[in-house]
């Protein structure tokens, strides 16, 4: 997998992915220590500025040795058992991972792990598929990371889990409409049109993507 990983979308559309993902994450927070739980070849941290301190855990050692030849510190570790004290980030991370997970309760204790590695004051992003979102059948049918046993995790899921834990300031928003199959020259079009589409009450509710942010309290 690591050698197909980062060519299973197109490259300009991953790009433009994972803009919008460090955008949000500088506006989260924009220094410190950040943490990516499943971080696989360490693409997204690698595009983070050298203001932030970033690590990255995944379960897949391939995966690893690619952000290893990037400069990053990396740990093979589980995600239900992350090898770090807790109160250990400004920010903690997860893309496109939990439906990896299948199992309710693993999902359950890797939030619950997030948590607890989350500072005081820091923040928690989790960005993952939308299950009302028609397209993600289609297309996790064709992309090599995916094997058919995924199953995608509700919003509510996510953001009751987090409450649970004490977290404060729990939003939820639907994110992203570019699809793998937009040209190269029409992906400023569908960009500003993705903008228009997740601000449209009702239509927003489709969005690719469910990303949850929230608040550790001091």
Not at 22 to 36: A, K, W, Y
Not at 66 to 74: S, Y
Not at 104 to 130: A, I
Not at 152 to 176: F, H, N, P, Y
Request: net charge neutral.
């Amino acid at each position: 997998m690591a050698g197909e990983y980062e060519d299973s979308l197109p490259a300009h559309v991953m790009a433009h992915l994972n803009g919008r993902r460090v955008e949000l994450m500088r506006s989260l927070v924009p220094e410190g220590r950040v943490l990516d739980v499943g971080c696989g070849t360490g693409a997204l941290l690698a595009l983070l500025p050298e203001t932030y301190e970033r690590v990255g855990v995944d379960v897949s050692d391939s995966m690893l040795e690619v952000a290893r030849r990037r400069g990053l510190e990396v740990r093979c570790a589980s995600s239900e058992r992350l090898p770090f004290e807790a109160d250990s980030f400004d920010l903690v991370t997860t893309f496109a991972v939990l439906h990896h997970l299948i199992e309710p309760d693993v999902v359950r204790r890797s939030l619950e792990e997030m948590v607890r590695v989350t500072r005081p004051g820091g923040r928690m992003l989790v960005w993952d598929h939308n299950p009302l979102n028609p397209y993600w059948p289609l297309l996790m049918a064709r992309l090599p990371q995916d094997r058919g046993d995924e199953k995608l995790v509700r919003a509510r899921t996510i953001v009751d889990v987090l409450k649970l834990q004490g977290m404060q300031e729990v939003s939820l928003r639907r994110l992203t409409w570019v699809p793998d199959f937009t040209p190269p020259r029409a992906l400023g079009v569908m960009a500003r049109l993705e903008r228009r589409l997740e601000r449209l009450p009702g239509i927003r509710a489709l969005g690719a993507h469910n990303v949850v942010t929230a608040w550790k309290s001091n």
